[in-house]
């Protein structure tokens, strides 16, 4: 019996529903402050103290007050010395501090002089050749961050710049929500993995295996734990049974083929019968035989989300950034999960219009607009690695060159 189809859901339609699904999120734990790189705050970090923390020197040479100095040539007397990492005494009238950066200002100083403004004198003298401004080469207490200041808020995820404000804080570990745990299997009976078979001796209609090692690569930069659970054979009660097995540990199970309606595509029917789909087959290219579902866990109430990919290696990268990655995202916790749009120039003209909205492979060329990788068929894998991002290009439209276009830089999809 043939079951109708559903109408095509858009994407402005499914991600949506799908971020809805990652919500209730995942536990939070705390880790070391240098293993946070990846993570997703669980908490705003507020600030205990000021940073930095008193009044310093910008600058090596001389605090002073600026009345003592007036016009240039004065002669002061260099009465104390403060490297970074210790602290003066009050200034009295002029009197100079000798001051190297970082180090804090002596209480009565209004001002630094750096050294290449003055001479050293005998006697422990010095000569100002400048006439200093009150506030000059003094970097003030607070002028990154305020006592009490929200810093980084609940759900900003954290790299290089964020681990070293988190670290200006004094904290060494930080709450974060825990890693998604992600079940990830390829399905197809042609599949076969680089190693075990020469590419002299690929017997007929054989393929390697190319999706497992990119997906299982993106995510982990989403920071996930992976379980890769191998190839699944395209046989139904295999389908269903890898499916329960890893519901059972696992927040996401993800599957890259096997998608579609033909009679070798399992999953359909094999995530229905477990659990249930919640949406399937997106107005996207590439990227159509999309699946999303749950499925229940036999010892538990609850049950493991299920995200299926088309086996086709373009769709399956593609749908992995315009939805996995949002999801695993949302699951953390994390605020923004949408990449930038930026407008760009269209330097090439694409004459033939598609009924679903399409993800163009592209790259940035040297006179500032986009080419086009010519092949854009969805198992030419060449495509997204000779591009550096993709066209968001709505459906039913043709680009003419010198159009302006929305383009997604991979090197913001895949941070
Ligand atoms: P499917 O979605 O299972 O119908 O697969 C669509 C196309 O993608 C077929 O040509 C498959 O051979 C190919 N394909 C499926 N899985 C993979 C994979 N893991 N690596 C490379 N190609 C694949
Ligand atoms: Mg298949």
Redesign the pocket.
Known sequence: MNTPRPPLLTLDEALPALLARARPGLATESVSTFEADGRVLAQDLVAELQVPPQDNSSMDGYALRCVDVGSAHAVLRVTQRIPAGSHGVPLRAGEAARIFTGAPIPPGADAVVMQEDTQALAQGQVQVNTSPIPGQWIRRSGEDITRGSTVLQAGTRLGPAELGLAASLGLDRLPVSVRPRVALF???D??VMPGTVAPANMPPGA?Y????FFLRTLLHRMGCAVSDLGIVPDRREATVQALAEAAQGHDLILT?????V?EE?HIKPAVEALGELHLWSLAIKPGK?FALGSIRRTSATDSAHFMGL????VSSYITFLLLVRPFLLRLQGATHVEPVRQPMRADFDLGKPDRRREFLRARRNAQGGLDLFPNQSS?VLTSVAWADGVIDHPAGATIRQGDQVQFIAFSDWLS
């Open positions: 390829s399905t197809g042609e599949l393929i295996n190319s999706n497992r890259s083929g096997g998608v579609s033909g595509d035989p088309p086996g086709n290696p198992g």
